[in-house]
């Protein structure tokens, strides 16, 4: 069973740090792409990042580019998201999400999806 | 960048009824589209892919269809679990990912 579970969510300030950390199990982690999905209140989807199973190819939404990364730690099966300088648009639920694909750039679909992480942004 | 509209934004209808859901697209994606299902409270999950394809434990009332710019998710008939928020989904404009707004089907 494929299973993604996110931590890392917090109470943060405006213009603080944290690190949303994803454990996969349940499949083989460095064949597939992975993303995180974001998803504000009462709001709809928002992709944010994208990672290749190569660990290289990395893509995300103009509106994190320079303030977010994105990575992964294959000896530990875990997805991380580093977030800096975070804003109040940034509050959201996190999802980490498996790909279908090895490839970001592959129109494949997100297969799995984990319950998520919540990010509150605010003073 | 493709844009994906969603219509209705709200569908009401009774459970044994079928549900006919829309998602057009702003350019033509061939049949590069995915849905999925958002359970409140819960997270979103996989329902169609590549159109017409369903994901691994779907039940078979649920069909996708078209390609280009107008593609379809079929509820053939609601059971009391399916009424939920289901989004299309698109990636063959790289990046970024668009997602529709949403279809809220509700009793």
């Known amino acids: 069973e494929v299973q993604l579970v996110e931590s890392g969510g917090e109470l943060v300030q405006p213009g603080g740090s944290l690190v949303l950390s994803c454990v996969a199990s349940g499949f083989t982690f460095t064949n597939y792409a992975m993303h995180w999905v974001r998803q504000a209140p009462g709001k709809g989807l928002e992709w944010v990042s994208g990672l290749g199973a190569n660990g290289r190819d990395k893509y995300y939404i103009n509106s994190v580019r320079g303030r977010v990364t994105i990575s992964r730690d294959e000896s530990r099966n875990t997805l991380y998201l580093e977030m800096k300088s975070v804003r109040a648009e940034d509050t959201a639920r996190y999802y980490c999400v498996k790909d279908q694909s090895s490839m970001v750039t592959i129109p494949a679909a997100f297969e799995y999806w984990g319950q998520g992480t919540v990010v509150t942004v605010s003073s | 960048e493709v844009v994906l509209t969603q219509s209705p934004a709200t569908l009401s209808l009774s459970p044994g009824e079928r549900a006919t859901l829309s998602c057009r697209t702003s350019q033509s994606i061939t049949s590069s589209l995915a849905w999925y299902q958002q359970r409140p409270g819960q997270p979103p999950r996989l329902l169609i892919y590549?159109?017409?394809k369903r994901a691994t434990g779907v039940p078979v009332r649920f069909s996708g269809s078209g390609s280009g710019t107008d593609f379809t998710l079929t509820i053939s008939s609601l059971e009391p679990e399916d009424f939920a928020v289901y989004f299309c989904?698109?990636?063959?404009?790289?990046?970024?990912?668009?997602f529709g707004g949403g279809t809220k089907v509700e009793i």
């Open positions: 590549d159109a017409s």
């Open positions: 989904h698109h990636r063959i404009t790289w990046p970024p990912v668009s």
